[in-house]
């Protein structure tokens, strides 16, 4: 027996072989294309075109071609529906419904025409031509990832135009399908509209509740990764079954998960990685092995048709832009980013190619023949270059533009946000907490603290406190952010932590509520006790009872005058991202003076943010929010610190009101800074000319340096 007996025969078949080819194109494919300028996707079809039976016949597109490039092609919807800015699509839907319909009316109207004109076919294949024109696939998404334009203006109509395109060229390919099936009636009508209504409600009302559900029970990684991706295949499949393409249910399943997977959390960054990195290059390769390219020189009308099917395609994408653009005075680039995305024709293109090409008419032939199969492969070749292309440099544009526009403003003080790791139960809360009110723009930013106290020091704790800090490294790193772990001996743990502070010139401190430990012990612990007054930076005291990322709604107690400490536009933000990040509303409630300059604040800086805005008049007594805070909300109290302008004699009962009346709530107690370096301050003059919160920073800097000297 030869040691060596292998045959490598071409067709390759062996799966471990065609498992290490395709991801040999995966990894090379950018680094080669990389240094000529070219966006990755289009090598990964150019690759698919060499290796497939049209170029050199190195591999079949056999069955594991079709499995992971249906599952890329729902990665892509899944993730363009994930990554959406939920607010901004609201704020923006009649411009995405708009957009759609030209996306859709424009490409309908040329192509029936140009089918008939130019190519001279009959009016049902026209028709069908022209709806595989009108619908589009998002194949130039991973390029707006890569970027992190996702929450752009231009890509959130882009996405809700896609979804209504897709639609309605899908409805047209059912319709067709019907009519030569003998299925078309008014029956055929009212059963398509009962169950795509009545499986659009049960994705939308049910998949949220589930989810939210299994993310609160279980806290795996493996297995929240493993549930989300079956709630992606339910919802493609369930659509299936009612005669509709799955990809849509992909991209709904998205749409209704997006307020349970925050931008920036370890379980989003999994789904990125594992998309980009495998699934969708798989789909890319798989596209590209369909195209032939021969077909367009060996004579007939295969060239004319490719040439009629891109260029009509191109322009009518094109023309859906430019209009949506006059229309509501967009910038050139949001116009170019929005044909970028449109114009790649590649899912429900080839889903409607192929089954008008399986379609036998009365006379024999086939409603889509030959030519048009192959014009539609070469139609996807260009357009997906196009589009990769137009939205590369559309998304640099605006990468740029943005890089710019950071150098010119003031330049943000550096974030550094030290979260102290000593019980193992509360590190993830606090972790994800930490990663959710930091600015996304900022790489780094977290230092996980272990102190060891030097009078009770032993070595099963020092081993201890090293695992803490790798579970917290842990937590952070698979949300794609660096922590900095710092260990170190100190008297107590409070002076640790100052000592943190200063050395690492640390922002912002995120501790866990205690557990009293007896009857006499206090509320918040002797350590928050000694914290407060060792530092004046901000300190948030989290109590998490569920995950972060199910909490449904941000309530905020401020207290009067809380507008003229030096934090106040920190803490705000914080919480205006955290709102955004989770997708859940954020509600105030303070007197009526303050809730001004609430929103004040928050049109200016945050406008993105779901806010609401209420009157509390009697802040020393907080069972008026009983009746507010449910048990899956956020209850976050804004409190100060002894001494400074907000300070008020009723905090001393925050405790005991705390305690009785929110036991069962997340909480969040909030201590701002005080006396600390100046922020930039939002000027709130009345007209006289008086400018209060400049006259209360005075009033705090010169009632800190009276107590230093005292």
Known sequence: MNLFDFDLTIPITDPTWVFFLVLIIILFA?????????????????????????????????????????????????????????????????????????????????????????????????????????????????????????????????????????????IILAVIGGMYKGTIDGMFWVLLVVKVAFLGFLIIFFFPRIGRWFFRKYDDSVMQFVFVLAMVFLGGGLM????????????????????????????????????????????????????????????????????????????????????????????????????????????????????????????????????????????????????????????????????????????????????????????????????????????????????????????????????NLEKAAMIAAAADVPVTMVSRYDLNIASGIIHTIKEYEATDVVIGLHRKANIVDSFFGNLAENLLKGTHREVMIAKFLMPVNTLRRINIAVPPKAEYETGFQKWVEHFCRMGSMLGCRVHFFANEHTLMRLQQLVKKRHNGTPTEFSILEEWDDLLLLTGQVNYDHLLVVISARRGSISYDPSFERLPGQLGKYFANNSLIILYPDQFGEPQEIVSFSDPRGYNESQHYDKVGKWFYKWLKKS
């Open 30 to 170: 950018p680094m080669i294309l990389g240094r000529l300028h070219i966006p990755h996707i289009i090598g990964m079809i150019l690759a698919g075109v060499l290796i497939g039976e049209h170029g050199f016949h190195i591999l079949d597109r056999d069955s594991s071609f079709e499995l992971f490039g249906k599952v890329g092609l729902y990665y892509i919807m899944f993730l363009a529906g994930l990554e959406m800015d939920m607010e901004d699509f609201k704020k923006n839907r009649t411009k995405g419904v708009v957009f759609g319909l030209f996306t859709f009316v424009i490409p309908m109207l040329l192509g029936v025409w140009s089918s008939m004109s130019f190519l001279g076919y009959g009016f049902t294949t026209a028709v069908l031509l022209a709806s595989m024109y009108a619908s589009h696939t998002l194949i130039a998404y991973p390029i707006i990832s890569r970027y992190g334009l996702s929450r752009l203006r231009c890509v959130n109509i882009t996405i809700g135009g896609t979804a209504v395109t897709v639609t309605l060229a899908l």
């Open 240 to 467: 299936e079954f009612v005669g509709m393409e799955g990809i849509l249910g992909a991209f709904l399943a998205g749409l209704v998960l997006n307020r349970l997977i925050p931008h920036v959390s370890p379980l989003m960054n999994r789904l990125e990685f594992v998309g980009n990195a495998l699934f969708i290059p798989y789909f890319l390769i798989g596209v590209g092995m369909i195209i032939d390219i021969r077909s367009l020189f060996m004579g007939g009308e295969a060239l004319k048709v490719a040439l009629v099917m891109t260029i009509v395609a191109t322009i009518s994408k094109w023309l859906a832009a430019w209009l949506t653009q006059k229309i509501y005075h967009m910038q050139p680039n949001e116009r170019s980013m929005m044909f970028g995305l449109s114009n790649a024709q590649a899912a429900a293109t080839l889903a409607a190619v192929l089954i008008g090409h399986e379609i036998i008419m009365e006379n024999g032939e086939r409603l889509l023949n030959d030519d048009v199969l192959n014009g539609t492969v070469v139609m996807i070749l260009f357009t997906c270059i196009i589009s990769s292309l137009v939205t590369e440099r559309s998304a640099r544009r605006f990468a740029i533009n943005e890089s710019v526009q950071e150098e010119e403003g003031e330049k943000k003080l550096q974030e550094q946000i030290l979260i102290p790791v000593a019980n193992p139960e509360t590190i993830e809360d606090l972790i994800n907490l930490a990663l959710v009110i930091k600015d996304a723009k900022q790489k780094n930013g977290l230092i996980a603290l272990n102190v060891i106290n030097d009078n009770n020091s032993s070595e099963n704790k020092e081993l201890q406190g090293k695992r």
